[in-house]
């Protein structure tokens, strides 16, 4: 189930029409609308956060299993690589099975986009003065 689905079984659930549930997420019912028919695929995390306040929910249902058990807020961040390993994901708000080749490609990715920011960091720490 996509997150837009689950966010109108959770309203419908509540017994709350659009205006009302847009009204207390400081919303339009024509946001609430986007976000239930998949048309806005990415929802900010203090809206997620309020829609698991508003409805009972904790986040990860608000979310879905959509994360393969990763939990979306801990306090230690999984590790991309081993994320990959599971055969859905998802990304901007729709569900991706990831071949081999795909996850070959997105782990390649990660691995320059970590060490550019390695990179960067060992140069910012050179250019601080010492204390």
Not at 66 to 73: H, L, R, S, T
């Amino acid at each position: 189930m996509k997150i837009s689905e689950r966010i109108r079984a959770f309203r419908k659930e509540k017994g709350l029409t659009q205006q009302a549930l847009g009204k207390l997420m400081n919303k339009s019912a024509q946001v609430i609308s986007n976000w239930e028919r998949g048309y806005t695929t990415t929802i900010n995390h203090d809206d997620i956060s309020n829609l698991s306040k508003i409805f009972g929910k904790t986040i990860e249902e608000i979310v879905g299993t959509d994360f393969a058990g990763y939990p979306i807020i801990d306090k230690k961040p999984p590790d991309l690589l081993k994320f990959l390993d599971h055969a859905e994901v998802m990304f901007d708000g729709e569900v991706y099975n990831l071949s081999d080749g795909d996850k070959a490609k997105v782990r390649a990715a990660l691995e320059l986009a970590f060490w550019d920011a390695k990179e960067e960091n060992r140069r910012n720490r050179q250019k601080r003065p010492p204390k």
